[in-house]
């Protein structure tokens, strides 16, 4: 799967207890939900990663969205 960001993302995972915390600037979440929907409707691609080397701010927590049937 191919992401393709908005201009001037920004995008971080924070856990919290028993609580996963996504932040973004509206780009990021933008983006997010463009990855989102590529996922739900995309055939043969059931997850994406997404980490501090891969889309999310320095000292993010791994992101892992996962398509169930």
């Known amino acids: 799967m191919e992401f393709d ?4 993302f920004e995008l971080s995972v924070r856990i919290d207890g028993d609580a996963a915390i996504i932040s973004g600037n ?4 933008r983006s997010l939900a463009k ?6 409707n995309q055939d043969g691609c059931s997850h994406f990663h997404l980490d501090k080397h891969n889309s999310l701010e320095d000292g993010s927590a791994d992101l892992i969205i996962e398509k169930t049937e």
């Open 5 to 8: 960001w908005v201009d001037g």
């Open 26 to 29: 509206a780009a990021g979440l």
């Open 35 to 40: 990855h989102l929907d590529a996922l739900a």
